[in-house]
């Protein structure tokens, strides 16, 4: 198979992070990266009767929005929905080697640490079609590997990111509680008149939306916060505690490992905030998660953003994004309630497998009920409450450790394939 790629291409300031937030989260940053040369996208409706609109069903599995994509008119495959990312990514090369594509720039990736080298590979007139919507003649981002492991972390297949670069032309509304994305024609979107619904002021950055949102962690200090509106991210709010000087840690935090930047962790706290505010919604006991930036970070290419929103409180509104008005509604009649819980066990549990289902100890948090009882990183979990792990998905698993506090979680597992009971109490942690 002849695949052609070209020289290493020029060393970019970029980071790559998948934030994660126990093994619920993943969220995708790029930092730095210049503008693709990107080439007319010519745009094909194949259902006549939905130029105006198209619906798009999505799933939402562990708060991620997953949309389903026919990559090149031949590969059925899964991306999540992420207002933002900038570009489409593919993390799975081997389906480019496969159609053998030709690679037209390599550029090197720095890893969280600055000392990993990563790579990604642009890649010119790609076909995407999502439900009756066909863009053609599209750049993409190649990772040469698979850097991410999103079905390790959320428990569901993903191929890669559905980025702004293709809905940025279109009104975009999103239903959490139909599992319906819209894209609508500027010319045909009309003002939405109700009384659910309110607009929010945006600044739109690289096609990204940012909005202004008071923040108090704890006292009567408020603070107005930049926030980036990401629907790639699962958790309810990030906060950069070193972008402003009074975002400092509430009284009970507890040490995390937030995030898995490529080439190493990203440490931090968990906590919760006293509240925040969406104009005249306000959200009280917010789980966050607090990060320090590296003092590497371009400001620029963060554009200045003291944090990040998620769907676990996104999820809350029905969203309207007007890109090309850059306008934002949202309607509180079209959301979710929050029953997001927090982990009461200190543990970080992965998938493995070709179905998913089987289920790793990744990481522990010290002084928490799972280093208590004797866990391991390592450790395999063959049964919980007597139910084998291989007939659950990685969120069946996680909700036993996200149950009340007080309760007992009888676990048996596998540790140099010797058979171990355990028996875990439950208890909180923030």
């Known amino acids: 198979m002849a695949i052609r790629t070209l020289p290493n291409y020029r060393r970019l300031p970029l980071c790559l992070n998948r934030l994660s937030w126990l093994s619920a989260l993943v969220g995708l940053l790029l930092l730095g990266l210049p503008t693709l040369p990107l080439t007319a996208q010519p745009i094909q409706v194949t259902n006549q009767a939905a130029r105006k609109q198209i619906d798009i069903p999505f799933e939402y599995e562990n708060h991620f929005i997953i949309v389903s994509v026919v990559f090149n008119n031949i590969f059925p495959l899964r991306f999540i929905f992420d207002t933002g990312a900038?570009?489409?990514i593919l993390a799975?090369?081997?389906?480019?080697?496969?159609?053998?594509?030709?690679?037209?720039?390599?550029?090197?990736?720095?890893?969280?640490?600055?000392?990993?080298?990563?790579?990604a590979y642009l890649v010119r007139d790609i076909s995407l079609s999502v439900g009756a919507m066909r863009q053609s003649k599209r750049n993409i981002l190649v990772l040469e590997d698979d850097y991410f492991r999103f079905e390790e972390f959320s428990g569901v297949q993903v191929h890669g990111i559905l980025g702004a670069d293709f809905f940025r032309n279109f009104v975009v509304r999103i239903n959490y509680?139909?599992?319906?994305?819209?894209?609508?024609?500027?010319?045909?979107?009309?003002?939405?008149?109700?009384?659910?619904?309110?607009?929010?002021?945006?600044?739109?950055?690289?096609?990204?939306?940012?909005?202004?949102?008071?923040?108090?962690?704890?006292?009567?200090?408020?603070?107005?916060?930049?926030?980036?509106?990401?629907?790639?991210?699962?958790?309810?709010?990030?906060?950069?505690?070193?972008?402003?000087?009074?975002?400092?840690?509430?009284?009970?935090?507890?040490?995390?490992?937030?995030?898995?930047?490529?080439?190493?962790?990203?440490?931090?706290?968990?906590?919760?905030i006293a509240n925040l505010s969406i104009q005249n919604h306000t959200f009280h006991q917010v789980i966050t998660n607090f990060q320090e930036l590296p003092d590497y970070t371009d400001t620029l290419a963060t554009a200045n953003?003291?944090?990040?929103?998620?769907?676990?409180?996104?999820?809350?509104?029905?969203?309207?994004?007007?890109?090309?008005?850059?306008?934002?509604?949202?309607?509180?009649?079209?959301?979710?309630?929050?029953?997001?819980?927090?982990?009461?066990?200190?543990?970080?549990?992965?998938?493995?497998?070709?179905?998913?289902?089987?289920?790793?100890?990744?990481?522990?948090?010290?002084?928490?009920?799972?280093?208590?009882?004797?866990?391991?990183?390592?450790?395999?979990?063959?049964?919980?409450?007597?139910?084998?792990?291989?007939?659950?998905?990685?969120?069946?698993?996680n909700a036993f450790f996200h149950r009340k506090p007080g309760r007992t979680i009888r676990l048996q597992i596998e540790r140099n394939g010797v058979r171990l009971k355990k028996r875990l109490l439950l208890e909180s942690l923030i």
């Open 86 to 88: 900038e570009y489409t």
């Open 92 to 119: 799975k090369r081997e389906i480019t080697d496969l159609l053998q594509v030709d690679y037209h720039k390599r550029f090197t990736l720095q890893g969280a640490d600055l000392r990993t080298e990563l790579y």
């Open 177 to 272: 509680k139909k599992r319906i994305i819209s894209l609508i024609d500027p010319q045909a979107f009309h003002q939405p008149r109700h009384r659910d619904v309110f607009e929010v002021p945006v600044q739109f950055v690289r096609n990204k939306p940012y909005i202004q949102v008071p923040v108090r962690i704890a006292g009567d200090t408020v603070v107005n916060t930049r926030l980036l509106m990401d629907t790639g991210a699962s958790l309810a709010l990030l906060l950069y505690t070193n972008t402003h000087p009074m975002l400092g840690l509430p009284p009970k935090v507890i040490p995390s490992n937030i995030g898995m930047g490529i080439g190493g962790f990203l440490e931090g706290y968990l906590g919760r």
């Open 305 to 397: 953003r003291n944090g990040i929103l998620g769907n676990q409180l996104l999820q809350q509104f029905e969203i309207l994004l007007d890109y090309p008005r850059e306008q934002l509604f949202l309607n509180t009649d079209g959301g979710l309630k929050n029953r997001a819980a927090p982990d009461y066990s200190g543990l970080v549990v992965i998938a493995t497998g070709a179905s998913l289902n089987q289920f790793t100890i990744f990481n522990i948090l010290p002084n928490s009920p799972a280093t208590r009882v004797g866990l391991h990183q390592g450790d395999l979990l063959k049964r919980i409450n007597g139910i084998p792990a291989s007939l659950m998905s990685l969120r069946d698993v």
